[in-house]
T-cell receptor
């Protein structure tokens, strides 16, 4: 079935650093989504991507829909302590599939 | 903004009890979903619904049922709660099928003792 490989599994970075994470699949998707989940809360949609090659920003976050439609990445610039949480990618084609998540921890 | 509201943030129930988890969305979304989230297992789809009175099994429906009598409300039912159903339960809704993002509630952390 469709599966997403999200990496890295976890990151521990210095405040102010840029962060990059990605999702890859052997399947093609029509939509890519990126979510953030704070501890004890539900996931919140950060960015939605609908076209291959699309590059979209939301504040310090930038995400891209890969040209092959099989991957997507999320970048966070100048990380701050409140960026801590779990970041999920999700791909949609007929059904929605989630990645396993990237746990982000920031050293202040 | 879409608002998905889950009726309880925390629940503690005994083994064998019937448990109802309620979810309401306020944006007239067609689709509603129930997931459970466990460490190391990610988000797993239990049931979803594309319309009132319509339901479809997800990846892990065993031990659960659902009800969608009104468009805005989607209930998850544990007929006889068991300890392995201790988990974080997340409700979500989306506007339409085939590319519309899911919007999640804040989750219900259920503990079955």
């Amino acid at each position: 079935g469709q599966q997403l490989n999200q990496s890295p599994q976890s990151m521990f970075i210095q405040e102010g650093e840029d962060v990059s994470m990605n999702c890859t699949s052997s399947s093609i998707f029509n939509t890519w989504l990126w979510y953030k989940q704070d501890p004890g809360e539900g996931p919140v949609l950060l960015i939605a991507l609908y076209k291959a090659g699309e590059l979209t920003s939301n504040g310090r976050l930038t995400a891209q829909f890969g040209i092959t439609r099989k991957d997507s990445f999320l970048n966070i610039s100048a990380s701050i302590p409140s960026d801590v949480g779990i970041y999920f990618c999700a791909g949609i084609k007929n059904k929605l599939v989630f990645g396993a998540g990237t746990i982000l921890r920031v050293k202040s | 903004d879409v608002k998905v509201t889950q009726s309880s943030r925390y629940l503690v129930k005994r083994t064998g009890e019937k448990v109802f988890l309620e979810c309401v969305q306020d944006m007239d979304h067609e689709n509603m979903f129930w997931y459970r989230q466990d460490p190391g297992l990610g988000l797993r789809l239990i049931y979803f619904s594309y319309d009132v009175k319509m339901k479809e099994k997800g990846d892990i429906p065993e031990g659960y049922s659902v009800s969608r009598e009104k468009k805005e409300r989607f209930s998850l039912i544990l007929e006889s709660a068991s300890t392995n159903q201790t988990s974080m339960y997340l409700c979500a809704s989306s506007l339409f099928t085939g590319g519309s993002p899911l919007h999640f509630g804040n989750g219900t952390r259920l503990t079955v003792t």
